[in-house]
């Protein structure tokens, strides 16, 4: 079974704080993805990756960036954290070419910016 | 041209009726069409998904029906079960990230 695991379950920081949050994939995966989950809004998608060291924008860059540098890593980085960014934050992985179209999620991690 | 739009918002259910949620998309180069369930507390994970060469396609209680001309497909959810109680997301690509609905939180009372 694919595995995506996030650093954290919940997380509090405050504002002005620089913000990790960190996601690892177990099958060995190309893509991968941060969506941030808010009620009435679905999953929008922040950044994603097609390949180590690649980084591609999403729909919602504004405030973050992400950092690729081992295959089953993605990291998703606040440069200073604002309280809009108050979120449910998901990693996905997909594996590349004809490997198939099904993005696998993690249990994502709760951000809460004071 | 992205978007994928979903209804309805929210679906209360009596136990064993069938529960229906729609969506509808733009762009026409899409071609996997996959439903994702999520529970409180967790990731949402792949429940079905169909591709445009078929018109529908069931696995077990659910089943994608697919429209390609109206751009439309839809999952009926038989016999729906308290444990079916959860949030259903839509969503479309084609060889990209997947773009979602905005989700259906589907509640099946007894």
């Known amino acids: 079974d694919v595995k995506v695991t996030q650093s954290s379950r919940y997380l509090v920081k405050r504002t002005g704080e620089k913000v990790f949050l960190e996601c690892v994939q177990d099958m060995d995966h190309e893509n991968m993805f941060w969506y941030r989950q808010d009620p009435g809004l679905g999953l929008r998608l922040i950044y994603f990756s097609y390949d180590v060291k690649m980084k591609e924008k999403g729909d919602i860059p504004e405030g973050y960036s992400v950092s690729r540098e081992k295959k089953e890593r993605f990291s998703l980085i606040l440069e200073s954290a604002s309280t809009n960014q108050t979120s449910m934050y998901l990693c996905?992985?997909?594996?590349?070419?004809?490997?198939?179209?099904?993005?696998?999620f993690g249990p994502g991690t709760r951000l809460t910016v004071l | 041209q992205q978007q994928v739009k979903q209804s309805p918002q929210s679906l209360i259910v009596q136990k064993g009726g069938i529960s229906i949620i729609n969506c509808a998309y733009e762009?026409?180069?899409?071609?996997?069409f996959p439903w994702y369930q999520q529970f409180p507390g967790k990731g949402p994970a792949l429940l079905i998904a169909?591709?445009?060469?078929?018109s529908e396609k069931k696995e077990g209680r659910f089943t994608i029906s697919f429209n390609k001309s109206a751009k439309q497909f839809s999952l009926h959810i038989m016999d729906s079960q308290p444990g079916d109680s959860a949030t259903y997301f839509c969503?479309?690509?084609?060889?990209?990230?997947?773009?979602f609905g905005k989700g259906t939180r589907l509640s099946v009372i007894a």
């Open positions: 996905a992985s997909r594996a590349g070419g004809s490997g198939g179209d099904t993005q696998y």
């Open positions: 969503a479309a690509s084609k060889r990209t990230p997947l773009v």
């Open positions: 762009n026409t180069a899409f071609d996997y």
């Open positions: 169909i591709r445009p060469d078929v």
